[in-house]
């Protein structure tokens, strides 16, 4: 599925961790395309290496990673080539990331307005009259009710999802190229998910962003995705269309999983992953 | 507004404080000894000069008048006289209380001038050779006893190399300036006296080196643990993903979290100082109140105790206090949900 | 019973062999069993008598004869050194020991039961904690009048409030986990809870402070007996020979080094150790 849109390509993505057991492998020979406006979404269960992919895009890897072999193909470079300082003015600007909770990601000390307006300042100079104002206008857009109260507060003032909000606008108020979002949902209370999701999928739509969408979730995954990539113990096991996928997995973890989506009526045993392998 | 009320709610503990000392000063002071007058006197006194003493101090009445009149004399800083100085008390205190408060503040300065550079350094080079170099120097600070590192220091560096002057706030023969805050580097510098200055300067380098010593060693382990704790958190990271320049990252985003603790830390820093200042006193003969408090306890110079250590306990009440209001403005968490 | 107590062996093995591996704590073992063993044997490892005056050889440089050299009175400085290992170490121990116990029960009753009792207790700590460490132990000291016992109470009385503090932190973590709230529902009673329950958590944290603090408490109780309160000549406690030895510092410096030395050594060993035990304990806390 290589096309002359794509926006992002990694080939033979491999990357280990440096442990005091030695180095395990968290992402074996991993390749995949990213189209234009395209919502990609990485599925896997914890340690699958999906947040290893997300964070290697980003060049945020912890320090004792190392990236075994692969490329990422960025507007026309491959960004692990790059220098600190160019692969700096690509992050938050190009590609922009959204974590799982989102007040940690915060930082306590500093008010909501400032931590979004850096990011304008950082990368467009503004002075910091224009990038408040462009930050409110952010927060506006992303549904906070009483946006200029909520820029001068401190993250612990702010519920889950207005946190997650603002993170997006932190996010997005460059119009970024490419956003990957680690599990931007799961930390939210339920009825907060959906709007939460419904904004990202309207912003991106707006702003003609590419995701990478990474979930533990795969009914998440197909409600949202254009293609999907599922990964088990650092490999990719599918990557495909989403409705392909739904109707012809052809992997036994894939099918394992899509059997393990509660269905409403089901009755019976959940089957486990050998039984399905062996039938 | 919610920082009114914690302030409010903070300075109402430190008068209970307040009380509390002075209940223990008491403790220490009436209740405990069984015989004041005559561990001072010694068997040989005379029963009259016995029995005047007595009544002068107030100990034929019943204990817990004696806690009454007790509370009433040190709120109106009447702690009695001195046995040793035969002075109130009071002026006592107010004579070699500057000299010590010099003391103790200029240790605090070299402490956190050594300290927070060397536990920053240390955290963002972590595991390098001077990281490992200053967590040595730092495990030996905090083990090194005062008074031997002053003994030490003195014999090295005022004996054999005679690079620090003698012990004492200023050489023979030179005048302290006429006293405003009774701190001889201020007074001097106020009144324009640089020859005095300098020469005070250079007597109170060596008693705050060694002061700060201790200090140092744990100002830099709070303060390299605390930046270790913060960049590993997840605005930290955060931060790098917003294509934040380094320097931005770790001025704004780490110092600002990291050195709240450390602020804290300056404030137990300055009991410890005060502490210190006891036992260095003795051995830079400073005129100061550790010494004096030396000597009350030594002597058993009741009121003298009673004053010194009442004084020396509100001083560092009062930094903590102030400690802790500024930790109210400087970390936004303690403040609490948004009112409405 | 017995595969408890052989998986119990195994773990405190597993424990050792990371505090051996230790940088630190190799060392701080060292220094910490060194010292132990210097006091329980001194009789054996002293090479003279530590009261006994060598009058002919009074203030005497180190050498093969006396390793550390000589005081005033003529005594080896090293055979009272290695007498003064037991004061410092037993002042030590015995007034951790008191300590963790005091601190031990108020930290578990303020923390589990909360509400008034609470605040009171911890007012009253804030109360001795208002006051520097040494200046209240001397205070305390000074009116009890000398000995060892007097020290080790004045010593006490400091301490007891950090503990107080440290394991009511610890009680008031776990006191709302799940387990806590399972054996209420059963009927546990609340001392059942506290001793069952609450105590092995308390324990780690309890270890590390109290061997930091038995650094801390050899710098205190030197430095009371450097100030001349508490134990007196002529017994050889660390810091009152320091103090000892001031006089002389100029020309005859060995009376005041050597004893001072030994107060940083045992100081830092112990602080190696709590360190050491607080990286080994911590790991297992987190997992």
């Known amino acids: ?279 | 507004m919610r920082v009114r009320k914690l302030i409010a709610r903070r300075i109402a503990l430190m008068i209970f404080v307040l009380w509390g000392i002075i209940t223990i000063t008491f403790i220490v002071a009436r209740v405990i000894p069984a015989d004041p007058i005559g561990s001072i006197l010694g068997p040989q006194a005379p029963p009259e000069l016995v029995e005047k003493l007595r009544k002068e101090w107030g100990l034929d009445k019943p204990l817990y008048q004696q806690y009454f009149d007790y509370i009433i004399n040190v709120l109106h800083g009447d702690f009695g006289k001195s046995i040793k100085t035969n002075r109130p008390v009071l002026e006592d205190l107010k004579q070699f209380f500057p000299a010590t408060i010099e003391l103790a503040t200029f240790s605090l300065i070299i402490a956190v001038l050594i300290g927070v550079p060397l536990g920053i350094l240390s955290a963002l080079k972590k595991d390098s050779t001077i990281d490992y170099l200053s967590r040595m120097f730092a495990l030996t600070g905090v083990s090194t006893p005062v008074f031997w590192l002053g003994l030490v220091l003195l014999y090295l560096f005022y004996y054999k190399i005679q690079i620090f002057p003698e012990p004492g706030r200023l050489s023979v023969g030179v005048q302290p300036p006429d006293p405003i805050t009774g701190m001889i580097l201020l007074d001097s510098l106020l009144r324009g006296k640089f020859d005095v200055f300098l020469d005070a300067l250079k007597h109170i380098i060596l008693p705050s080196i060694v002061l700060g010593f201790y200090n140092s060693a744990y100002i830099m382990r709070i303060t390299r643990a605390s930046v270790l704790e913060v960049v590993s958190q997840e605005y930290v990271r955060m931060a790098i993903a917003k294509g934040l320049r380094r320097r931005k990252v770790i001025l704004k985003h780490v110092f600002r979290n990291a050195m709240i603790p450390v602020v804290t830390v300056i404030g137990i820093t300055y009991g410890s100082l005060l502490e210190g200042a006891v036992l260095t006193e003795t051995i830079f003969a400073w005129p100061g109140l550790g010494r004096y408090a030396t000597q009350a306890f030594l002597s058993l110079d009741y009121n003298a105790v009673v004053g010194a250590t009442f004084l020396i306990a509100l001083v560092y009440s009062l930094v903590n206090l102030v400690v802790d209001v500024l930790y109210i403005y400087i970390d936004p968490r303690t403040r609490g949900a948004l009112e409405g | 019973m017995k595969t408890n107590e052989r998986i119990s062996m195994l773990i405190k093995n597993e424990k050792l062999i990371e505090l051996w591996r230790h940088p630190n704590g190799k060392i701080g073992i060292i220094i910490s069993v060194v010292l132990v063993l210097m006091a329980v044997f001194a009789p054996l490892i002293s090479p003279y008598d530590p009261n006994y005056p060598d009058t002919a050889n009074r203030l005497a440089p180190p050498s093969t004869k006396h390793l550390f050299g000589t005081d005033q009175l003529g005594r080896d400085i090293l055979s009272r050194i290695i007498w003064g290992s037991r004061i410092s170490l037993s002042i030590a121990f015995l007034a951790v020991f008191v300590t963790s116990v005091i601190g031990l029960v108020v930290g578990l009753v303020s923390g589990y039961y909360g509400g008034k009792i609470d605040i009171l207790l911890m007012r009253i700590t804030d109360i001795f904690m208002a006051f520097p460490r040494l200046v209240l132990a001397l205070a305390f000291a000074s009116a009890l009048g000398p000995g060892i016992y007097n020290v080790i109470i004045a010593i006490s009385i400091v301490y007891w409030s950090f503990y107080a503090r440290l394991i009511r932190g610890v009680v008031l973590q776990i006191r709302n986990e799940l387990y806590i709230q399972a054996a209420k529902a059963i009927g546990a009673s609340d001392l059942r809870i506290m001793f069952l329950h609450i105590l092995p958590m308390v324990t780690a944290p309890l270890l590390v402070q109290a061997t930091l603090d038995i650094g801390g408490t050899i710098l205190l109780a030197s430095g009371l007996g450097f100030l001349g309160i508490g134990v007196q000549p002529p017994t050889p406690e660390w810091g009152v020979m320091v103090s000892e030895g001031r006089r002389f510092i100029t020309h005859e410096w060995w009376v005041s080094t050597f004893p001072g030395l030994f107060i940083l050594i045992a100081t830092l060993g112990f602080n190696l150790l709590g360190d050491a035990l607080r990286d080994v304990l911590d790991v297992k806390l987190k997992r």
């Open chain 1, 1 to 279: 599925m290589t096309c002359l849109e794509d926006i992002l390509k990694v080939n033979n993505l491999t990357i280990s961790y440096r442990t005091l057991r030695g180095k395990v492998k968290a992402v074996e020979n991993v390749s995949f395309n990213l189209g234009k406006g395209k919502i990609l979404a990485v599925v896997g269960e914890t340690g699958s290496g999906k947040t290893t992919i997300g964070l290697a895009i980003l060049r945020i890897l912890p320090p004792n990673a190392v990236i075994e072999k692969g490329e990422i193909w960025f507007n026309g470079k491959n960004i692990l080539d790059l220098d600190e300082d160019a692969m700096r003015r690509i992050r938050g600007k190009e590609i922009s990331i959204i974590f799982q909770e989102p007040k940690i990601t915060l930082n306590p000390v500093l008010k909501i307005g400032e931590q979004i307006a850096e990011v304008p300042i950082e990368h467009l100079g503004l002075d910091k009259k224009e990038a408040y104002k462009l930050a409110r206008k952010m927060l506006e857009r992303t549904g906070v009710p009483d946006p200029d109260r909520v820029m001068n507060s401190y993250p612990h003032e702010l519920s889950g999802g207005m946190a997650q909000r603002v993170v997006i606008s932190i996010a997005m108020i460059l119009r970024p190229k490419l956003l990957v979002a680690d599990e931007p949902t799961s930390a939210l209370d339920v009825s907060v998910q959906a709007q939460v999701l419904d904004l990202i999928q309207e912003l991106v739509r707006e702003t003609g962003t590419s995701v990478i969408f990474i979930t533990h979730d795969l009914s998440l995954a197909a409600e949202i995705a254009d293609e999907i990539l599922v990964m088990y113990y650092g490999k990719v096991v599918e990557y495909g269309d989403v409705f392909e996928i739904f109707k012809t997995p052809k992997h036994p973890y894939t099918r394992a999983l899509l059997n393990a989506i509660p269905r409403i009526g089901f009755r019976g045993r959940l089957k486990s992953l050998e039984e399905m392998i062996n039938a």
